[in-house]
């Protein structure tokens, strides 16, 4: 059975079992507790020497890492539905959107560097959220623009079907939502991720329906 290592709340993990959904596949979960540090114990630094999350284990026992490269590696082994797009073009727009969100918002306001700021540098909470609240901010304005201004969009990011780029999408838009971003700026954003929601795939994914949700 594969077997997913990660955290109900962790937006890369999120992704990586809205993959799983959409393809059908049936799989394991482990959790690995973020807040509690067991990232950090010696069975999770073995499957993800970042002591992140998640790790993917296929059914033959290969270890996979990064949420991306994991989404990718289902989208070949398992082509149907695709996560990308059959155009070069198309392709490149998907994994720009998506890495708008995964290379660039995400790391920024995740929970390590948020425990960084907080522990290490000693910042207070409210400084600790102006400083999510900008990366959103930021993140959101272009990726806002990119979805409203060009004809690729539809229904979702890409077309008319999820692509990968509403998998990174979505848990963002949890994250802003946890933390009371105001998202009214951003209407092509809230109607995507509306339409996202509505999909099996997407609620089953959710934070609130895992098993080590809180």
Not at 29 to 42: F, I, M
Request: aromatic letters at 8%.
């Amino acid at each position: 059975m594969t077997t997913l290592y990660g955290y109900f709340r962790s937006s890369a993990a999120y992704r990586v079992r809205i993959a799983l959904n959409l393809k059908g596949l049936a799989y394991d979960q482990v959790p690995v507790n973020l807040v509690k540090g067991e990232q950090r114990t010696e069975a999770n630094v073995a499957r993800h020497p970042q002591g992140l999350v998640p790790t993917l284990e296929t059914d033959d026992g290969v270890q996979l890492i990064q949420s991306l490269a994991i989404c990718e590696f289902l989208d070949e082994v398992h082509p149907e539905p695709p996560l990308l797009p059959a155009d070069a073009e198309g392709r490149a727009r998907v994994r720009a959107l998506a890495q708008l969100v995964a290379c660039e918002i995400h790391p920024l306001n995740n929970l390590r560097v948020l425990k960084y700021l907080v522990g290490e540098l000693g910042v207070d909470d409210d400084t600790k959220l102006a400083w999510y609240r900008h990366w959103i901010i930021e993140g959101f304005d272009a990726l806002e623009t990119l979805l409203k201004r060009e004809l690729g969009t539809g229904d979702f990011c890409h077309g008319d079907t999820p692509t990968l780029a509403d998998l990174c999408l979505v848990p963002q838009v949890f994250n802003a939502e946890r933390f009371a971003c105001d998202l009214s700026a951003y209407p092509t954003i809230q109607r995507i991720t509306a339409n996202c929601r509505a999909l099996p795939a997407f609620r089953q994914a959710a934070p609130e329906a895992q098993p080590d949700a809180r």
